[in-house]
């Protein structure tokens, strides 16, 4: 309960009158129709203005990200967590943009054990979740004061919001002047995905007889790879979708583009080794801190 009243505290509500100001939560009561609450979710009331097809891949990504196999590997998210550690301190306050549909802490977070962690989450389904989420929420339209966050985590998310740049002076509007963006994506360049193809199946996977078939086919796999490289540089270039859920498809470039584009200055990167994963850590530049 204390958790939740702490995020109550942070919500943009009406000016009710100087004798309502003391109680964050009898305020909440009377904006019931922008907010209300189920366990640790406040629901955001309201449709977001954004468009029909961002709804529909939203509703559509649901049973992938509720399906068993989503997330198995937690090599990247506990790294992740490391990458957000540092600089991390035990009274920060934390908002998860697209926290996701799970119950408990997302991984990335669980061995920092943080007081203050807020999820935001646009999928407006209701779970049972053991930390204080804003559900059905956008990082478009972020309903907390301003200057109220210490840091903003992106986890596999910035590559869904359809307006990116709204969303990024959102979140430099709830940051505070010291705060940071924490973001972990996925990189669509032909390079990292030939950096991140492993031959791991075909010296371990499976009998020896399925390796040495495997082995023998090799030069028909490379050649495949090869085509598949070519059709997803072409689509990159032509800005043709790769799939049906995400609303922008990351180069190294294209997101560093995007962050610094609006006067944030990016601390630290990381590529994952074998892997397409990308860290970024940015915080507010000279200019931000000249403008708030």
Same mark, same amino acid.
């Given at each position: 309960m204390a958790k939740i009243v702490n995020l109550v505290k942070l919500l943009k509500l009406k000016d009710l009158g100087e004798s309502d100001k003391s109680d964050e939560c009898?305020?909440?009561? #009377? $904006?019931?129709? &922008?907010?209300? /609450?189920? !366990? #640790? $979710?406040?629901?955001?009331? !309201? =449709?977001? &203005?954004?468009?029909?097809e961002w709804q529909e891949r939203q509703d559509a990504s649901i049973e992938r990200y509720e399906a068993a196999s989503y997330n198995q590997n937690e090599a990247i998210p506990r790294l992740f967590g490391c990458f957000i550690a540092i600089?991390?301190?035990? =009274? &920060?306050?934390?908002? &998860?943009? !697209?926290?996701? /549909? =799970?119950p408990r802490v997302p991984l990335y977070m669980r061995d920092l054990d943080p007081k203050n962690f807020f999820g935001l989450e646009p999928l407006k389904k209701l779970v049972a979740r053991d930390f204080p989420c804003l559900v059905g929420a956008v990082a478009e339209e972020i309903p907390l004061k301003d200057a109220t966050v210490d840091s903003l985590l992106l986890a596999t998310s910035m590559d869904h919001i359809e307006k990116i740049d709204i969303a990024l002076k959102e979140m430099l509007r709830v940051l505070k002047p010291d705060g940071r963006i924490l973001v972990w994506t996925g990189l669509y360049d032909v390079e990292f995905l030939a950096h991140a193809k492993s031959f791991y199946p075909i010296v371990f996977g499976g009998s020896l007889a399925r390796r040495v078939v495997r082995s023998l086919l090799l030069p028909l796999e @490379?050649?495949? @790879?090869?085509?598949?490289?070519? =059709?997803?540089?072409r689509r990159m270039a032509l800005g043709i979708a790769l799939d049906d859920v995400h609303f922008r498809y990351y180069s190294r470039q294209r997101i560093t583009a995007d962050i610094e584009a609006c006067s944030l200055k990016i601390t630290r990167t990381i590529v994952v080794p074998g892997s397409t994963s990308m860290f970024i850590e940015a915080q507010k530049s000279s200019e931000q801190y000249k403008q708030n």
């Open positions: 009898k305020r909440l009561a #009377n $904006n019931s129709a &922008d907010y209300q /609450v189920h !366990g #640790n $979710n406040i629901i955001i009331g !309201g =449709e977001a &203005d954004l468009s029909l600089g991390h301190q035990d =009274e &920060d306050i934390i908002l &998860d943009i !697209g926290c996701g /549909v =799970e @490379f050649t495949l @790879f090869l085509c598949r490289l070519a =059709e997803r540089k």
